[in-house]
């Protein structure tokens, strides 16, 4: 589904270059649940967001689903962003001004101007999370479990089949972080949902089927 | 089709005021400087209008269906124009319905040995209907009445302080019992003689009584004022044939109009000019508050991107919220540049009316601030790269 071949990238910081991905090979299969861990500033986000077509490599072969993505224009790469892929960030990322609804359908948001059918497609997902009743509220009014199920709704609602989550647990305490966890495998169990988990806490990798460990740009298979 | 763009129309103007909502006081000086720059548009161009359409229905009050002549030449040129003519020209140019002769002389006139200010002055009894005139006492003068009989202005009137009807008037070496005194009248344009001053006799009398004088100015009343242009060149003709010594020279409250008319337009365009440039200021105003807007936005633009937006969404959305803040700002402009207009209008005496060209362009200049200043933001925000954007906190 994913393969990366190849992939490096570098900035060019004070008239030099500062290298962050270094010849990373790695590639997932549909339904996989993996976890990348490394420490801070090791280039697992800058590898989600290249996967997340957020970003692009120095060099290197990108393809999903057998298409290399350097062939994608902005548009398409817009259109596989919001169909394919979802994204958990690490401080929720939602919109301080919207409602939660709003937060929710974001993603739906760019397929339709209906906004009744956004609202309930947005309703239908947030009680999937376990939140029923937040639809008209704002995110400020939730605690950090709660904001964060919220961003997971809206990763879910435009259904796709791969979820990049940056440090998902991040800011959450360890028992909501534990039921979020558990939310996410029963997700890819039951979905078959592709989920690629960043995250620095081996406690949170160990929900994956695969561990990944980056080191200084590095990336390895635990176990290999 | 009409129906996915009105919603999706309404949905990004949602979004925009939602957004504005959230920043009501940075919204509140955007608008401001539009609200100014918009009002001070209207209020010039409304201004400028009401002043112009004061001056024409001045200029109307005096009748579109006059033309004033004044002959300019020698005595002995100018005296070939004689009533007779006159007359003549009347029967022969069927639109003609009155004409009004006008001869002048000059001698001191006094009143029991007061000096009296007067402008003595020869016409017959169509100057009456012609220069709307009214009779406050005694009676104007018929075609039969001798030199010796005159009429007298308000303002001689006013300076004789004792009423004059029956009285005797000094002029030259010579009497004339007043036969009557004028109501005072409004000045007009097209009457080249101030007749609240006048001491007014029949024209025939008058000019058998100064053989030196001639009519020098005639004033044709038409019964059908759009005649006025095709009257007026007949009479150029018709005069340069019989009396090709005199000059003649026109004056119509249709040409003085559209003069008018022409000159005000290039001041409401001046004025406008003038008024552009406080809403330019005002533009630059939303243009400063939308690249501040996106400054603190970007993480909001990288989630949209992250999670489908496309390039031109996010361009959309700005410029829709740019132009939401023009349009408010021009609405209230519009506002008070009428309010401010009518209050001038009924201070000064304009007439007071609802004027759509103002009200129109103030909106769709607003509108043209909006798109032309929150476009290069608009642009900027939607060029940001997602992750750079996602980054920012």
């Given at each position: 589904m994913i393969k990366l071949t190849n992939i490096s990238k570098s900035y060019i910081v004070g008239g030099g270059e500062v290298p962050v991905l270094r010849a990373i090979n790695f590639s997932i299969d549909s339904g996989d649940l993996v976890a990348i861990v490394g420490a801070s500033g090791s280039g697992k986000s800058t590898l989600m967001h290249i996967m997340g077509l957020l970003d692009t490599p120095t060099s290197g072969d990108y393809t999903l689903d057998g298409t290399p993505v350097n062939t994608y224009g902005p548009d398409e790469l817009a259109r596989v962003r919001n169909r394919d892929i979802g994204f958990i960030f690490q401080n929720f990322?939602?919109?301080?001004?919207?409602?939660v609804w709003y937060n929710v359908g974001l993603p739906l948001h760019y397929r339709t101007s209906d906004l009744a059918f956004i609202k309930s497609r947005a309703q239908e997902y947030l009680a999937r999370v376990g939140l029923p009743d937040v639809a008209n509220r704002y995110p400020h009014a939730l605690s950090g479990g709660q904001q964060q199920r919220v961003a997971c709704a809206r990763a879910l609602i435009a259904e796709p089949r791969i979820i990049l989550a940056d440090e998902p647990t991040g800011a959450l305490d360890s028992q909501t972080s534990t039921e979020f966890m558990q939310f996410l495998q029963t997700l890819n169990v039951e979905q078959q949902t592709t989920i690629v988990i960043i995250t620095h806490d081996s406690a949170i990798a160990a929900y994956a089927q695969q561990i990944w460990r980056m080191v200084d740009g590095v990336l390895s298979q635990d176990g290999q | 089709m009409l129906t996915l763009w009105i919603q999706s129309i309404s949905v990004l103007l949602d979004q925009a005021r939602i957004n504005i909502q959230a920043h009501k006081m940075r919204a509140f000086l955007a608008v401001l400087g539009v609200w100014i720059g918009s009002a001070s548009v209207v209020a010039l161009l409304y201004c400028s209008q009401l002043a112009t359409l004061s001056v024409v229905n001045k200029l109307s009050e005096l009748g579109t269906n006059l033309i004033s002549l004044s002959l300019l030449g020698s005595n002995d040129s100018v005296k070939r124009v004689t009533p007779g003519v006159l007359i003549d020209l009347q029967e022969t140019i069927p639109d003609i319905k009155h004409v009004a002769p006008i001869a002048f002389s000059y001698e001191p006139t006094s009143f029991h040995g007061q000096r009296l200010d007067a402008h003595i002055i020869g016409s017959t009894t169509t100057l009456y209907s012609i220069a709307h005139l009214r009779m406050h006492s005694g009676r104007f003068f018929t075609p039969?009445?001798?030199?010796?009989y005159c009429i007298v202005g308000a303002e001689l009137q006013k300076q004789a302080a004792i009423p004059l009807v029956g009285s005797q008037i000094q002029y030259g070496n010579h009497y004339c019992t007043v036969l009557g005194v004028l109501a005072p009248t409004q000045s007009n344009?097209?009457?080249?003689?101030?007749l609240d001053r006048a001491l007014l006799f029949p024209l025939a009398s008058f000019l058998q009584h100064n053989p030196?004088?001639?009519?020098?100015d005639v004033v044709f009343s038409l019964g059908d004022s759009t005649a006025v242009e095709r009257v007026e060149q007949t009479l150029k003709n018709r005069l340069a044939v019989l009396a090709p010594q005199t000059k003649t020279y026109f004056r119509n409250p249709k040409t003085l109009i559209e003069k008018v008319v022409e000159q005000k337009q290039q001041l409401t365009i001046l004025l406008a000019i003038i008024g552009s440039i406080s809403l330019l200021v005002g533009g630059i105003g939303i243009m400063n508050i939308m690249l501040v807007s996106i400054v603190e936005r970007k993480r909001e633009i990288g989630i949209r991107l992250a999670v489908g937006a496309h390039v031109h969404d996010i361009r959309w959305m700005f410029l829709v919220e740019a132009v939401l803040l023009s349009v408010c700002g021009g609405v209230l402009g519009i506002l008070s540049g009428v309010g401010i207009s009518i209050t001038i209008a009924h201070f000064v005496s304009w007439p007071i009316v609802w004027l759509f060209m103002p009200i129109l362009l103030g909106f769709f200049v607003s509108v043209a601030v909006g798109v032309f200043f929150g476009y290069w933001p608009a642009h900027l925000a939607s060029s940001l790269n997602p992750v750079d954007a996602l980054r920012m906190e």
């Amino acid at each position: 589904m994913i393969k990366l071949t190849n992939i490096s990238k570098s900035y060019i910081v004070g008239g030099g270059e500062v290298p962050v991905l270094r010849a990373i090979n790695f590639s997932i299969d549909s339904g996989d649940l993996v976890a990348i861990v490394g420490a801070s500033g090791s280039g697992k986000s800058t590898l989600m967001h290249i996967m997340g077509l957020l970003d692009t490599p120095t060099s290197g072969d990108y393809t999903l689903d057998g298409t290399p993505v350097n062939t994608y224009g902005p548009d398409e790469l817009a259109r596989v962003r919001n169909r394919d892929i979802g994204f958990i960030f690490q401080n929720f990322a939602l919109l301080p001004q919207y409602p939660v609804w709003y937060n929710v359908g974001l993603p739906l948001h760019y397929r339709t101007s209906d906004l009744a059918f956004i609202k309930s497609r947005a309703q239908e997902y947030l009680a999937r999370v376990g939140l029923p009743d937040v639809a008209n509220r704002y995110p400020h009014a939730l605690s950090g479990g709660q904001q964060q199920r919220v961003a997971c709704a809206r990763a879910l609602i435009a259904e796709p089949r791969i979820i990049l989550a940056d440090e998902p647990t991040g800011a959450l305490d360890s028992q909501t972080s534990t039921e979020f966890m558990q939310f996410l495998q029963t997700l890819n169990v039951e979905q078959q949902t592709t989920i690629v988990i960043i995250t620095h806490d081996s406690a949170i990798a160990a929900y994956a089927q695969q561990i990944w460990r980056m080191v200084d740009g590095v990336l390895s298979q635990d176990g290999q | 089709m009409l129906t996915l763009w009105i919603q999706s129309i309404s949905v990004l103007l949602d979004q925009a005021r939602i957004n504005i909502q959230a920043h009501k006081m940075r919204a509140f000086l955007a608008v401001l400087g539009v609200w100014i720059g918009s009002a001070s548009v209207v209020a010039l161009l409304y201004c400028s209008q009401l002043a112009t359409l004061s001056v024409v229905n001045k200029l109307s009050e005096l009748g579109t269906n006059l033309i004033s002549l004044s002959l300019l030449g020698s005595n002995d040129s100018v005296k070939r124009v004689t009533p007779g003519v006159l007359i003549d020209l009347q029967e022969t140019i069927p639109d003609i319905k009155h004409v009004a002769p006008i001869a002048f002389s000059y001698e001191p006139t006094s009143f029991h040995g007061q000096r009296l200010d007067a402008h003595i002055i020869g016409s017959t009894t169509t100057l009456y209907s012609i220069a709307h005139l009214r009779m406050h006492s005694g009676r104007f003068f018929t075609p039969w009445d001798e030199v010796e009989y005159c009429i007298v202005g308000a303002e001689l009137q006013k300076q004789a302080a004792i009423p004059l009807v029956g009285s005797q008037i000094q002029y030259g070496n010579h009497y004339c019992t007043v036969l009557g005194v004028l109501a005072p009248t409004q000045s007009n344009f097209f009457i080249p003689v101030e007749l609240d001053r006048a001491l007014l006799f029949p024209l025939a009398s008058f000019l058998q009584h100064n053989p030196s004088s001639g009519v020098r100015d005639v004033v044709f009343s038409l019964g059908d004022s759009t005649a006025v242009e095709r009257v007026e060149q007949t009479l150029k003709n018709r005069l340069a044939v019989l009396a090709p010594q005199t000059k003649t020279y026109f004056r119509n409250p249709k040409t003085l109009i559209e003069k008018v008319v022409e000159q005000k337009q290039q001041l409401t365009i001046l004025l406008a000019i003038i008024g552009s440039i406080s809403l330019l200021v005002g533009g630059i105003g939303i243009m400063n508050i939308m690249l501040v807007s996106i400054v603190e936005r970007k993480r909001e633009i990288g989630i949209r991107l992250a999670v489908g937006a496309h390039v031109h969404d996010i361009r959309w959305m700005f410029l829709v919220e740019a132009v939401l803040l023009s349009v408010c700002g021009g609405v209230l402009g519009i506002l008070s540049g009428v309010g401010i207009s009518i209050t001038i209008a009924h201070f000064v005496s304009w007439p007071i009316v609802w004027l759509f060209m103002p009200i129109l362009l103030g909106f769709f200049v607003s509108v043209a601030v909006g798109v032309f200043f929150g476009y290069w933001p608009a642009h900027l925000a939607s060029s940001l790269n997602p992750v750079d954007a996602l980054r920012m906190e």
